[in-house]
């Protein structure tokens, strides 16, 4: 069975889920194994505080972790929002835990989260999306301390027309520059089925950008629900396997210790149920 790399819970500023429900809700989903990727957004500019004491975050999921050792393997990991200010405080963060696993993702761009409408104020939504990627494309170039990077569609969730307009294609030339700079550095990407959940009828990034890494020669591809609360604990991981095969994979990757593991993936069982 898979891994869902990518949850949070009441250490992130955005969840009130307690770490052993998240835990549970994987044991009764039969999951392998989980990481918990809490979130760290130092200077953050909107109204929530993401951070938490490291002392604490491993302290109450270490318990957690051989509480459950016999039924679920849990990794304790972290989301970094980058911004290109911050590379030094997040290396000087990173050296406060033994981190299993450094999630990358852009939540802020230029002092704005597309998460809220003053981002796309007084631009097209063509060039939001443009800005977005372009700030990737920055933070790649700075930043070295990370294993993945995630969501790296996020902004069609909150834009204008979300992604009614939005397709590999349209924005091909930024994202292949996005995968290739990805891939040179040695670092992955994730496949984020929260799209799901947001109604967007693909996960992060899409089918076709999936492909493209692959064809690319991308092999570090970790798996994630981006879970905020149980219920969306490994949420429709029934649709990965075709997912995975049909962008040409044969393994996903876990991180263990910040170096990567990979597991064979296989059907699910024809019992399983959608999630």
């Known amino acids: 069975m898979y891994w869902d790399t990518h949850m949070h819970c009441k250490f992130s500023g955005d969840s009130e889920a307690e ?35 490291p002392d604490a975050y491993f302290r109450v999921l270490g318990k957690l972790s051989e509480t459950y050792q016999e039924k679920l393997s849990i990794h304790i990991g972290v ?56 700030s990737i494309l920055e933070n790649i170039s700075i930043f070295e301390d990370f294993d993945v990077y995630g969501h790296i569609d996020y902004v069609v969730r909150y834009g204008p ?24 550095k040695g670092k992955g990407i994730e496949l ?14 899409t089918e076709d950008v999936l492909q493209r890494y692959r064809a690319l020669g991308g092999e570090i591809l970790t798996l994630g629900s981006d879970a905020h609360a149980k219920e969306h604990v490994a949420y429709d991981y029934h649709k990965l396997y075709q997912i995975l095969t049909d962008a040409g994979f044969t393994h996903y990757t876990v991180f263990k210790k910040r170096n990567p593991v990979f597991y064979k993936i296989t059907p699910p069982p024809a019992t399983q149920s959608p999630s």
């Open 19 to 53: 770490p052993e429900d998240m835990i549970l809700a994987a044991i009764d989903k039969g999951l392998t194994g989980i990481c918990f990727t809490d979130h760290i957004d130092y200077d953050y500019p909107g109204p929530v505080s993401f951070q938490f004491d």
């Open 79 to 134: 989301e970094l929002g980058l911004q290109p200010h911050l590379k030094q405080t997040y290396e000087d963060f990173l050296t406060k835990g033994c981190f299993d696993q450094v999630i990358a993702s852009s939540h802020v761009v230029h002092r704005f989260d597309p998460y809220y409408p003053e981002f796309y104020q007084g631009k097209t939504e063509e060039e939001a999306y443009m800005e977005y990627f372009e």
């Open 161 to 184: 027309n979300k992604n009614a307009c939005y397709s590999y294609e349209k924005y091909h030339a930024i994202l292949d520059e996005i995968l290739k700079a990805l891939i040179a």
């Open 192 to 205: 984020n089925m929260a799209g799901f959940k947001y109604g967007l009828g693909h996960p992060h990034p």
